[in-house]
């Protein structure tokens, strides 16, 4: 009796019984992370809408300089959005600190102008 044409058995299981080593990550070394400063950008432009407006102008610029960072390295971080929802939330604190700055000169210019007639 001759084996040709039949298929070969499986190879035997590895030694020790255990399973093998897990797969490695598909992005190489554990894939994207977030960007250091994604958090706190978030935090600030959060702060910035519920009680201190001048950070609002922080989490804007710090914002712009991560997403920079971000797109020249598309690859390396992965939290872009978080780091935009903060970005524009910045912007937003930003524009009602400057409402709210008019708002103030015009309310002074009216004071002086009703003290003075």
């Known amino acids: 009796m001759s084996d040709y044409g039949s298929t070969p058995p499986p190879p035997p299981p590895p030694p020790g019984g255990g ?18 400063r994604g958090t706190v950008i978030l935090v600030l432009g959060i702060v910035s809408l519920v009680c201190c407006s001048p950070l609002g102008i922080v989490a ?7 997403l920079k960072e ?18 524009i939330l910045g912007i937003v604190g930003t524009v009602i600190l400057v409402l709210t700055v008019i708002w103030f000169l015009f309310l002074g210019g009216l004071a002086t102008l009703s003290a003075n007639s």
């Open 19 to 36: 399973y093998g080593a897990p797969p490695p990550p598909a992005g190489g070394m554990g894939g994207p992370g977030d960007h250091p």
């Open 60 to 66: 804007w610029i710090m914002g712009n300089t991560a």
């Open 70 to 87: 971000i797109d020249a390295q598309p690859g390396l971080y992965s939290n872009r959005q978080i780091v935009q929802i903060g970005r």
